[in-house]
């Protein structure tokens, strides 16, 4: 369980925070999607790190704090970082290759690494029958 000021958070909850903590990556992820790939580097995606910080750090910091040595340096990390998440769930969205993604699981801190994803409530592709709604039972 993680505490987050006066927020519990269960791992099971993690999926539903991701899902609302999305929106801003969400611009990210198709402008770096645009962004031509060096053909020697693995492919990178967005990911979302939720990490376990002390109440006195200051959340940037000890984000970039724990990205900096599987990047090699702090530019590096700031250039990596899309959004610090400080409020509801601290961590942070960065783009990362599978390998930084395995070296990042295990810095201090880290709780839990997630690939980024978009989540569709509904809409007609969903439902039994073409043009009818289905929803996740959110609702």
Same mark, same amino acid.
């Given at each position: 369980? !993680?505490?987050?000021?006066?927020?519990?958070?269960?791992?099971?909850?993690?999926?539903?925070?991701?899902?609302?903590?999305?929106?801003?990556?969400?611009?990210?992820?198709?402008?770096?999607?645009?962004?031509?790939?060096?053909?020697? #580097?693995?492919?990178?995606?967005?990911?979302?790190? &939720?990490?376990?910080?002390?109440?006195?750090?200051?959340?940037?910091?000890?984000?970039?704090?724990?990205?900096?040595? *599987?990047?090699?340096?702090?530019?590096?990390?700031?250039? #990596? *970082?899309? &959004?610090? &998440?400080?409020?509801?769930?601290?961590?942070?969205?960065?783009?990362?290759?599978?390998?930084?993604?395995?070296?990042?699981?295990?810095?201090?801190? *880290? !709780?839990?690494?997630?690939?980024?994803?978009? &989540?569709?409530?509904?809409?007609?592709?969903?439902?039994?029958?073409?043009?009818?709604?289905?929803?996740?039972? !959110?609702?």
């Amino acid at each position: 369980m !993680l505490v987050c000021g006066m927020l519990a958070i269960t791992r099971d909850c993690f999926t539903i925070i991701t899902f609302f903590l999305k929106k801003k990556e969400d611009c990210f992820t198709s402008t770096m999607a645009a962004e031509p790939e060096q053909q020697a #580097a693995p492919a990178a995606h967005v990911h979302i790190v &939720y990490v376990d910080r002390s109440k006195d750090a200051d959340p940037e910091e000890f984000h970039l704090r724990t990205l900096t040595p *599987v990047l090699g340096s702090e530019q590096k990390a700031k250039d #990596a *970082v899309l &959004y610090h &998440y400080k409020h509801a769930a601290s961590g942070f969205s960065a783009k990362l290759t599978p390998e930084q993604v395995e070296e990042l699981k295990k810095q201090p801190g *880290v !709780l839990q690494v997630v690939p980024s994803q978009a &989540y569709h409530l509904h809409g007609p592709e969903s439902g039994t029958h073409q043009g009818t709604t289905r929803t996740l039972g !959110l609702m």
